[in-house]
Every structure is written in structure tokens, then in C-alpha cells.
């Protein structure tokens, strides 16, 4: 690809002495720089994770896992409602985005290459891409605006939206690494397509998948943009209240939980949001415990399930 | 061989009843599987649908006027006139500022990885830039406000204010001072740029891992240096990959929504300076959506985001269409 006057200096580069260390010095230096790039790209990521666990530890105590936010400007108090709420939000989220998921992953990975195959595996790449934020407008108009009212219900359609992807992928490369004689072993024995499936494939693959939900739960407790009107945020969410109120006034079960799940909640990235926009120390100093919180959940569930991940995969190839 | 076809012994019926046996429920199965491949589908379509139903009122209001250059920084629900052109500018500023440190920042890390690292750093490293890519965003936007805009954007950008924003014609994009807070399009980009070196990386790092080793070994032979080999060998082959990478990584810093909210300042100003305050198009929706009681206002907001999505759309699509192309030279397994 180089031009043929690049290629004749560079013949007579060789030929020389005198080219012949400028050229190893150049391959020396740009090394050298391609390592310093990438220290440079780690800085941030320790000096991340080094301040948020500096603040976050100074402000962490028992009252705020346990307490609801106390009024503003009074110090004390908890996040115990973002708590419940990320909790609920994201078990939602598993509950809509998890079937589905694997389901659009066994026929991704068995029909990769038939027009509704390539359809939906190019599908999740785009959908991996649209911003969380438009995701966002799309449960508004989906959930909020029919049902009239910000809730749990449409924050978990949300994040559900923002796992899906996530998911499929990981399962759709699990299913591929299952050895296909495996697979013909079960037919040949008699199992039907689906049976095949549900019995040998995808207990096969299972940790895989496993790893690839966990991954998808870990992105969708840390998004903040989908939920902000969608579950729109709730300082005196508390499910405890709730059940308890419900149960003085013998409402039934269903009713219960439709007031857990009809009304807006908040999360963790949400709650940290709104803290570090306001003046007050008390709240940025719960937004940096929030932050240590959410963090320490992220990066322990990503390197807990990537390790797994590398064992089961060098597991199911033989090596 | 005899065709009596209605001979319950006959090869074909004996076929027939053996498939039947045999895939029993295959059927309900695979449009089980099928409806759930579909559901993909329709979740794209109809993000593209709804956005473009719900801005339909806006749309027929301001046109194209809305999303083309004008000197006229007009948004303001209170008269009803809605001109989208500084969020765009922001995001696109915000956006280049990144994409311009990041490239080579990711460029280096890529063959670090995948040329020269050993085997024992290289797993790890990797891991390391990956879990830049895990960080929510709002602990990015969080550290952005009370750490990296003090001690990093002010000094950067009074420097290239005094420097840069001295020089005629440059002065337009570096026209100080900047905000004592920090709170600036430079201070959105340098964090994008931080948020968007794991994308670039890791798929470019992808992209060299998957170039056949003979390449390698054919430069090597030729007695070419290590980096002879990646800059004049490797560099090239696998361009259009990296190509690919790079408007991944662009497309990302588009949508990025909350790091950038929190430190860009969310200010429509006349200016076009990066050292001051601005406005993205997901910030503005992430602020004023909610509040929106307005329907043109939150039509013009969904007018915003139908934008955003069809841009990154189409990045996200020419994007993979060129890693694509490099995995299929080389046949194995490569996605963006």
C-alpha cells in the first residue's frame, strides 16, 4: 500500500548504516509510546476508582442503607428508597429483557445466516448503539404517556430495552461455543430440535449466559438517562411503607404490588444525579456513598463474571 | 423400489412418521424462537416509529429550519419557537474534541495489546480498559464536576485561551475565559474522550488480532521493523476496521447523555468558543423533557431526539458494515 517512492527510500533506508539505526530507533520510540498510551488510558480509571472510594467510604454508614432521605438541609438520613427502588427497577428489567433474550439467541445462533437471522443479530448490534436517552423518550411514549403516570413499571420496560442487547450477544457467542457433535449426539438420539435446546444446549452454555445477564444487570443499575422520565425518582419510596400501610388497610396481595410497581421510583445513578446538582454538602457527600455503592457493585459483578466467563470458555473449548 | 404410497411400510410414510415422531413441537418452537428474533426487530422500527410519530406537530412547525446552521440561537418555550441548531453544535463539538484525543490514545493501546504487550499483561490491560467502558456515567459526570473540572479543564483551558484563543482565526473555538466552575464543551469532550478510548480500543484491538499472522511474518522477513510491520503493513490492512472502530466510538460520544449534562453547563450562548458552556442535543433532552408541559416543546424535544437516533443510526450501521468487511477477509469472528 505504500507509494512506489516510499518504497525506493525505503530501500536505500536498508542499505544504509546510519538509516539502519534511525529506523530501530524509530521502532523503539513509537513502542515505547504505544505503552505509554495505554498507562495513559489506565490514569483516569484508577484515579476514578481511588477519589470515589476515598469520598464514598468517609460518608458510607449504616443510616444510609437503612433511612429514607430526610428533608433538605438536615443532615443524616439515607437512600434506603433508591436502594429498594434500583432493586426493584432492575428486577424488572431481568424479568422482561431475560426470556426473550435467549430465545432471539438460540435462533440467531442457529439460523445466523437465513434473512431474519442476519435481521435481528444486525437488530442488536444497532440497538446495543441508540443512546439510552432515546430509549428513554421511547418508554415515555410507550408506558408513561398510556398509562398517565411515571412509574417502576416503565423505568424496568427501560432498562429491560438497554439489557436486551447485552444478552443476546453473550448468549448467541455461549450457544456457538457449544460443540456442535454435541448437538448431533441429542438429535441423533432422538431429541427434537427444541428439546436439544432446552436440555443440552443451554445447560451446556449456561454459565456463559449467566455471565452475559449479570454483565446486561450491571449496565442497566448503573444507566441514569432511560430512567429520568420514566421512573422519574421518588424520595419517600419505601416498599416496607408501602406493604405495611397495605396490609392495615387489607388490601390484597395484587393490589400491593401493583402500588410497588405503579408508582415512580428512584435509583441509585438517579439519586446520585439529583444530590450532585444540589448546594448542599450533606447531599453531594451522599452522592459520593451512592457513587462507592453503585461502583463497587459494577466493577465487582464485571470482574466476577469475566473471570468465570474465561474459565467456562477455555472449559468448553478443550483447553 | 416399489411406490406403493399408501403402504403404512412404504419408505416415504415410514419417513414421514419418523420426522413427525421425531421433531415433535419443532414447529411451535421455531416460531417461538422466531417471534423473539422478530421482537428485536420491531424494538428498532418502532424506537424509529414513535419518534417519528410523536415529533410529527414539530416537524410541520419549524421544518428543516430546525436542525440547519443559524446564527439565531432560538429555543424558548415561553414564545414557542424551537431552533436546534447549538445542541447540535454542541454535540458535534463536544463530540470531534473527543474523537480527536482518543484516536491516537486508542490507536496506542490497540497495538500495545495486540502487537507487542506480553501474554501476561495483555488479558488484564484489557480487562483494565474495558472496565473504563463499565463505569455508569453519572460517576464520570460526578468525579467530571468536583475533581477533573477543577483540577485539570480550568488550567487546560485558561492555557489554550491565552495561547490558541490569541491567534485570529482559531480565537473563534478558543475564545476564553473559561467558567470558574469549568463547566465547558472542552470539559464535555475531554470527558467523552475518556468514555470512548475502551470503545475504540478494544474493537481496533479486535480488528489487529484478527489480520492473518502471515502478514506478519512476510513483513518481518523482509527485514521491516516491529513498527514498520503496524504502520506500514498492519496499519493499512486493517483500516477499514479501525475506520469502523472510530465511528463506534464517535456514535457513542453522540448519545452520551449524563457525564456530559453534568459538566457541560447547559447554556444556549451565542458563542462557538469550546472554553465556554453549551448545550448537547441529549442534555437538553435530558433536562427539559420532563418538564415539558408544552407539546410543541416536547415534541420539538422528540424532533431532538429523532435526530440523534437516525445519525447514530447510520453510524452505528456504516460502522459495522466495516468491521464486517475485515472479519470476512480474514474469516474470523469480529464484531463491533
Redesign the interface.
Given at each position: 500500500?505504500?507509494s512506489s517512492s516510499q518504497s525506493l527510500s525505503n530501500v536505500r533506508l536498508?542499505q544504509s548504516k546510519a538509516g539502519f539505526q534511525r529506523?530501530?530507533i524509530?521502532?523503539s520510540v513509537?513502542?515505547a509510546?504505544?505503552?505509554?498510551?495505554?498507562i495513559?488510558?489506565?490514569i483516569?480509571?484508577v484515579?476514578?476508582i481511588v477519589?470515589?472510594i476515598y469520598k464514598g467510604i468517609q460518608y458510607i454508614n449504616l443510616a444510609f442503607f437503612t433511612q429514607l432521605p430526610r428533608p433538605l438541609g438536615i443532615p443524616g438520613g439515607g437512600v434506603l428508597n433508591a436502594i429498594e427502588g434500583t432493586i426493584v427497577l432492575t428486577s424488572l428489567a431481568a424479568l422482561f429483557s431475560i426470556p426473550?433474550?435467549?430465545?432471539?439467541a438460540?435462533?440467531?445462533a442457529?439460523r445466523p445466516n437465513s434473512p431474519?437471522?442476519i435481521?435481528?443479530r444486525?437488530?442488536?448490534?444497532?440497538?446495543s448503539?441508540?443512546?439510552?436517552?432515546?430509549?428513554?423518550?421511547?418508554c415515555?411514549?410507550?408506558v408513561v404517556k398510556p398509562q398517565g403516570h411515571y412509574s417502576a413499571l416503565a423505568g424496568g420496560v427501560a432498562l429491560a430495552?438497554v439489557m436486551?442487547?447485552i444478552i443476546?450477544?453473550t448468549t448467541e457467542e455461549m450457544i456457538k461455543l457449544v460443540p456442535h457433535p454435541m448437538r448431533e449426539a441429542s438429535l441423533a438420539l432422538?431429541?427434537?430440535?427444541?428439546?436439544t435446546?432446552l436440555s443440552v444446549v443451554l445447560p451446556a452454555a449456561a454459565n456463559g449466559i449467566i455471565t452475559g445477564i449479570l454483565l446486561g444487570l450491571?449496565?442497566a443499575s448503573?444507566?441514569?438517562?432511560p430512567l429520568?422520565?420514566t421512573a422519574?425518582g421518588n424520595e419517600n419510596y419505601s416498599i416496607g411503607n408501602i406493604v405495611r400501610s397495605g396490609v392495615a388497610s387489607q388490601q390484597s396481595l395484587i393490589e400491593i404490588l401493583k402500588r410497588i410497581l405503579d408508582t415512580p421510583v428512584d435509583s441509585l445513578?438517579l439519586t446520585?444525579?439529583k444530590y450532585?446538582?444540589q448546594p448542599f454538602p450533606e447531599r453531594?457527600n451522599q452522592?459520593?456513598a451512592a457513587?462507592l455503592v453503585?461502583?463497587a457493585f459494577?466493577?465487582v459483578v464485571?470482574?466476577a463474571s469475566?473471570l468465570y466467563f474465561?474459565r467456562r470458555t477455555s472449559q468448553l473449548q478443550g483447553k | 423400489m416399489l411406490k406403493t404410497s399408501d403402504s403404512p411400510l412404504s419408505p416415504r410414510s415410514i419417513n414421514t412418521r419418523i420426522r413427525k415422531t421425531l421433531h415433535y413441537g419443532d414447529r411451535p418452537w421455531f416460531v417461538l424462537v422466531g417471534m423473539a428474533a422478530v421482537l428485536i426487530l420491531l424494538l428498532v422500527l418502532g424506537i424509529g416509529w414513535l419518534l417519528w410519530t410523536d415529533s410529527s406537530l414539530a416537524r410541520t412547525a419549524f421544518g428543516l429550519n430546525f436542525f440547519l446552521p443559524t446564527s439565531n440561537a432560538s429555543w424558548n418555550p415561553v414564545r414557542d419557537v424551537y431552533l436546534s441548531w447549538p445542541f447540535i453544535y454542541g454535540t458535534l463539538m463536544t463530540s470531534i474534541v473527543a474523537l480527536i484525543i482518543a484516536l491516537p490514545v486508542s490507536l496506542g493501546i490497540a497495538i500495545f495489546l495486540a502487537e507487542l504487550s506480553p501474554a501476561w499483561l495483555r488479558q488484564p490491560l484489557g480487562w483494565m480498559v474495558e472496565l473504563l467502558a463499565a463505569i455508569p456515567s453519572v460517576i464520570y459526570g460526578l468525579w467530571g464536576i468536583f475533581v477533573f473540572l477543577p483540577l485539570v479543564v480550568v488550567p487546560v483551558g485558561s492555557f489554550l485561551g491565552l495561547t490558541l484563543g490569541q491567534i485570529p482565526l482559531l480565537s473563534l473555538f478558543f475564545k476564553g475565559p473559561i467558567p470558574a466552575s469549568g463547566s465547558s464543551r472542552l470539559a464535555a469532550g475531554l470527558i467523552l474522550s475518556i468514555m470512548i478510548t475502551p470503545t475504540i480500543a478494544a474493537v481496533t484491538r479486535d480488528v489487529f488480532m484478527a489480520i492473518p499472522q502471515s502478514q506478519r511474518e512476510a513483513s518481518l522477513a523482509l527485514g521491516a521493523t516491529r513498527w514498520e510491520t503496524i504502520s506500514q503493513v498492519l496499519l493499512p490492512y486493517g483500516l477499514s476496521g479501525i475506520l469502523g472502530a472510530v465511528i463506534l466510538g464517535f456514535g457513542r460520544a453522540l448519545g452520551e447523555t449524563m457525564a456530559v449534562t453534568m459538566v457541560i453547563g447547559n447554556s444556549i450562548e451565542g458563542t462557538l468558543s469550546l472554553l465556554r458552556p453549551g448545550y448537547t442535543m441529549s442534555s437538553v433532552i435530558a433536562n427539559e423533557f420532563a418538564e415539558a408541559v408544552n407539546i410543541l416543546h416536547s415534541q420539538a424535544l422528540i424532533y431532538v431526539g429523532l435526530i440523534l437516533f437516525v445519525i447514530t443510526l447510520l453510524l452505528n450501521m456504516g460502522a459495522r458494515f466495516l468491521v464486517w468487511r475485515v472479519a470476512r477477509k480474514t474469516s474470523t469472528e469480529v464484531r463491533a
Open positions: 500500500m505504500t536498508f529506523r530501530k524509530t521502532n513509537m513502542l509510546v504505544t505503552g505509554l498510551l495505554t495513559l488510558a489506565i483516569p480509571l484515579w476514578i477519589y470515589v426473550p433474550a435467549i430465545l432471539a438460540i435462533y440467531a442457529y431474519l437471522g435481521a435481528a444486525f437488530s442488536t448490534d444497532v440497538l448503539g441508540v443512546p439510552t436517552i432515546i430509549i428513554g423518550i421511547f415515555y411514549g410507550l430495552i436486551f442487547p443476546v450477544r432422538g431429541a427434537a430440535e427444541w428439546k435446546s450491571a449496565r448503573g444507566e441514569t438517562a429520568l422520565f422519574l445513578p446520585l444525579y450532585s446538582q453531594v452522592a459520593w457513587a453503585l461502583m459494577v466493577l464485571n470482574i469475566r474465561q | -
